[in-house]
Every structure is written in C-alpha cells, then in structure tokens.
T-cell receptor, first 113, second 107 residues
Framework: NAGVTQTPKFQVLKTGQSMTLQCAQD?????MSWYRQDPGMGLRLIHY???????DQGEVPNGYNVSRSTTEDFPLRLLSAAPSQTSVYFC????????????FGPGTRLLVL | RKEVEQDPGPFNVPEGATVAFNCTYS??????FFWYRQDCRKEPKLLMS???SGNEDGRFTAQLNRASQYISLLIRDSKLSDSATYLC????????FGDGTTLTVKP
C-alpha cells in the first residue's frame, strides 16, 4: 500500500498562473479532503468529498476547485494563483464514520510569487 | 472565537518530566476527538483517539470532558523523541484542527 500520495512535493508559481495538485489513495477510502497549513497554524479545511461524484466546501474554499471522478483521486485546482495561497497543502483520506482515522499525504509546498 | 483552541505553548521540558496539554472546543455537537502529532514540516499522524471514559496508550493518557467541552493529553516520562507539535482535532462531520502546541524535550 502506498497510502496517500501527493504530487508535486514543491511548486513555485507566478501570480495568476493555474495548477493542479494531485492526490491519490489506494486504501479504498470514501472520505478525502484537502487542507492548507500556514506557518505556526493548524490545518484549515479547503474542500472535502464523501465519495466519488460528491464534493463540498470547507472553511477556506475560495480560489480552489475540486472534483472526485474516482474513489482513488481527488485533485485540487488553483484557478488563478495569488501570494495568499502560499502554503503547505495536505491531502487526507479515511473511511466514513465518526471514529475513523485520517491518513495524510506528505504535503505539497507551494510558493506563489 | 476559534472552534478549537489549544494551549499556546511552547512547552520546554526536561527529559522525564510530565507535561499536559489542554484543548477546548465550541461545537457541542462534536462526535469524536483525536490527538495528532506533527513533526517539523511533515504530515500529521494520529497519536490517539480520545474516548469518553478516557484512554491510555503507554506513556500517553487522553481525557474528554463533554460537559466542559475540553480534551486533555498527558505525557509521562517525556522522551527526546516526544518533541513535536501536538494537534487537537474535533470532528462533527468535518474535522477541525487546533493550531497545535509545540513541545520540546531537552536532555
């Protein structure tokens, strides 16, 4: 099992550019989510999905889009990058259920100039 | 007010010390509670779930007080390897993370 994988590990963008952060999991988890973590802060939920074809907004969704066409993949799209989106992005997955543990990918470090 | 608030820290303790972290949450409909550990610049990993009756895992003890809406984590006999940031997580459908408390254990 590879667990949760994320690509790329690092990315530098210019303001206004778009890009897609990839996330994949091989554990057949129903629930997937994207978080951002700014320095000295906890994780803030961007978008999440409870299954293929179903997505919903989290705490900080503006400037990001997601889709979930398969159980395994949950890409995050930045439509027009801004310096305020400089952050570390973590993808996580879990089985459905209140007590289920979330497993995180290694993160993508994004710098927007 | 944040939904999940943690002790600001940082905590700097000698090896062998006992240290306790507290976390309060505002959503009374919260269903489940966790402590995660995050090492520098790496992904968070589950340390332990927190159950209503309290639970222990080796040197770590977690407590939940639903009436007062707080969670605690006690670490006994601290090791150098316990140095990390500890994140309190509260789940009511979606998961909400606290900002974390940084622990440094010194020789």
């Amino acid at each position: 099992n590879a667990g949760v994988t994320q690509t790329p590990k690092f990315q530098v963008l210019k303001t206004g550019q778009s890009m897609t952060l990839q996330c994949a999991q091989d554990m057949n988890h129903e629930y997937m989510s994207w978080y951002r973590q700014d320095p000295g802060m906890g994780l803030r939920l961007i978008h999440y999905s409870v299954g293929a074809g179903i997505t919903d907004q989290g705490e900080v969704p503006n400037g990001y889009n997601v889709s979930r066409s398969t159980t395994e993949d949950f890409p995050l799209r930045l439509l027009s990058a801004a310096p305020s989106q400089t952050s570390v992005y973590f993808c996580a997955s879990s089985y459905a259920g209140a007590q289920e543990t979330q497993y995180f990918g290694p993160g993508t470090r994004l710098l927007v100039l | 007010r944040k939904e999940v608030e943690q002790d600001p820290g940082p905590f700097n303790v000698p090896e062998g010390a006992t240290v306790a972290f507290n976390c309060t949450y505002s959503n009374s409909a919260s269903q489940s509670f966790f402590w995660y550990r995050q090492d520098c610049r790496k992904e968070p990993k589950l340390l332990m779930s927190v159950y209503s009756s309290g639970n222990e895992d080796g040197r770590f003890t977690a407590q939940l007080n639903r009436a007062s809406q707080y969670i605690s984590l006690l670490i006994r006999d601290s090791k150098l390897s316990d140095s990390a940031t500890y994140l309190c997580v509260v789940k009511a459908g979606k998961s909400t993370f606290g900002d974390g408390t940084t622990l440094t254990v010194k020789p």
